[in-house]
């Protein structure tokens, strides 16, 4: 099955710096790679996610990259702010057919420092 | 307003007394799936369904089982609940296929005892 890892496991940096969080996935069938935001106590939310025909994304301050061949993916965060600050989740998923399996990587702590 | 709904929020048992955790959704989302999350291993998937009648395993269902029978409704049984199986556990759902955005229930923290 697919095996996703994220580093760093904790992250912290000062305000108005860039942040990056990285990802690998295992699995080259896998073709979809979201990221979502967990803030303390709350219920994770999609932040970015890019599809497997696609390099890059961005809106705004955050952009994801995807390297298919080396298969690794990563959260860029530029100008960061106090309110950035909570637990970020890179995935994996595979949706084919009447497939669709989703597979989590272990999360980083990002604490943005005023 | 759209939403994914988790019953209980927390829940505290004992060692093998069976209890369901329910989800229900709004969206009309075809797919609808359980995670657990823990300390430094994220969240891993324990079972998905795909439509209505349709469930499958995701990585770890042993001690877990899930029922379909409506399109909004997923509920989570643990028929002998066991200590390893405390944990904050969330339902999410979203359209079938591939780029979809999976929308979280606001998650049930369980203990067992």
């Known amino acids: 099955g697919e095996n996703v890892e994220q580093h760093p496991s904790t992250l912290s940096v000062q305000e108005g710096d860039s942040a990056v969080i990285k990802c690998t996935y295992s699995d080259s069938a896998s073709n979809y790679f979201p990221w979502y935001k967990q803030e303390l106590g709350k219920r994770p939310q999609l932040i970015i996610d890019?599809?497997?025909?696609?390099g890059e994304k961005k809106d705004q301050r955050i952009a994801v990259t995807l390297n298919k061949t080396a298969k690794h993916f990563s959260l860029h965060i530029t100008e960061t702010q106090p309110e950035d600050s909570a637990v970020y989740f890179c995935a994996a998923s595979e949706a084919a057919g009447g497939y669709q399996k989703v597979t989590f990587g272990t999360g980083t702590k990002l604490q943005v420092i005023p | 307003e759209a939403q994914v709904t988790q019953n209980p929020r927390y829940l505290i048992t004992v060692t093998g007394k069976k209890l369901t955790v329910t989800c229900s959704q709004n969206?009309?989302?075809?797919?609808m799936s359980w995670y657990r999350q823990d300390p430094g291993l994220g969240l891993r998937q324990i079972y998905y369904?795909?439509?209505?009648?349709?469930?499958d395993k995701g990585d770890v269902p042993e001690g877990y089982k899930v029922s379909r029978k409506e399109k909004r409704n997923f509920p989570l049984i643990l028929e002998s609940p066991s200590p390893n199986q405390t944990s904050l556990y969330f339902c999410?759902?979203?359209?079938?296929?591939?780029?979809?955005?999976?929308?979280f229930g606001q998650g049930t923290r369980l203990t067992v005892v």
């Open positions: 369904s795909m439509n209505v009648e349709v469930t």
């Open positions: 969206m009309n989302h075809e797919y």
């Open positions: 999410a759902s979203s359209f079938r296929g591939l780029g979809t955005e999976a929308f």
């Open positions: 890019i599809r497997s025909n696609v």
